[in-house]
């Protein structure tokens, strides 16, 4: 999760028209329960170097990537993605920062952090709130500030009681909403632009493979069938639930998307506790309580907005 690297809404939206017959419910839901069960994947990866794991997970989703545009006829967006100084300039930036995000999150999984990386992706819809107030100059409620503060006060009871695993939680939520923000501000279409990261972030992946192969010892590539088949699967882990997300976007109202989007971290949460027994200590508790209800409070204000007619 994102490690769950989806677009934003809007970016998603980009590749076809606003609204499409069908609910797009099984898509959103097929998007985000892959996302919701992305630690079991990768802790059969258990051993493997993180950085070995995003570099294979960058170049296999390439020639997947590629196939897909094929088929939707998006290849000539992406050409176009690669031929504009501008939109090449922030798709690179982009593309350092998914691959900061999801290098985070392998780790977190690896070392039983699961829980950490689920509260960064339900502290993410607060910070782009942030993020669009300061930066794109987007308004704010009274009920979205309500929800604002009492993420603030979770993590800080989170920062008093647990400052060792505090990092990963913060850096998942800035590098995927500093990710969302870069993706809004580029006129780049979900796929197009994911598969021009994909393309961008390849040469430093191959470098990364190169040097594991000669050098990184017999825990990665090559050590295993079992290993092999998996790291190669990383590509279809990653372009497959997009283009579900892709799909649902295109379809359900953004009111109903972001309910979905809950899903994801919701799940890993309870892998983290009932299958892998991450403590639950008392400040973590406290947290996601506090960041719980603050999401609460930003969903029902946003329902209430889009019955208005707002935009949300």
Request: charged content about 10%; some cysteine.
């Amino acid at each position: 999760m994102r490690d769950e690297p989806a677009t934003p809404i809007e970016a998603a939206r980009a590749d076809a028209p606003p609204t499409e017959p069908g609910s797009g419910l099984a898509q959103g839901l097929g998007a985000y329960f892959i996302w919701g069960f992305m630690p079991l994947f990768f802790k059969q990866l258990t051993g493997v170097p993180p950085v070995e794991v995003v570099a294979h997970r960058v170049i296999w989703s390439v020639p997947l990537l590629l196939v897909i545009l094929a088929f939707r006829k998006q290849l000539p967006a992406f050409w176009g993605v690669l031929k504009t100084p501008k939109t090449r300039l922030l798709m690179l930036l982009s593309s350092t920062l998914i691959a900061a995000n999801w290098l985070i999150y392998v780790f977190a999984v690896l070392a039983d952090h699961i829980l950490a990386a689920s509260l960064g992706y339900y502290l993410t819809p607060l910070l782009n709130v942030l993020l669009g107030y300061f930066f794109l100059k987007e308004g704010m409620t009274r009920a979205t500030f309500v929800s604002v503060v009492l993420a603030f006060i979770g993590v800080a009871i989170l920062a008093a009681g647990a400052l060792d695993t505090l990092w990963i939680s913060l850096a998942l939520a800035f590098s995927f909403g500093l990710y969302g923000l870069v993706r809004k501000l580029a006129p780049v279409g979900s796929m197009p632009g994911l598969a021009a990261e994909t393309v961008m972030l390849s040469p430093v992946a191959l470098g990364a493979v190169g040097w594991f192969l000669l050098y990184g010892g017999s825990a990665g590539f090559g050590s295993s069938l079992k290993i092999d088949l998996l790291l190669i699967a990383g590509g279809a882990v990653t372009a497959i639930p997009l283009l579900l997300f892709a799909g649902a976007a295109r379809r359900m109202r953004l009111t109903a998307l972001g309910f979905v989007s809950y899903i994801g971290p919701t799940m890993q949460f309870a892998l983290g506790v009932f299958l892998y027994d991450e403590p639950l200590t008392t400040p973590r508790l406290a947290c996601f309580a506090l960041i719980w209800t603050a999401l609460v409070v930003f969903s029902v204000d946003g329902v209430r907005r889009s019955r208005r007619g707002e935009a949300i």
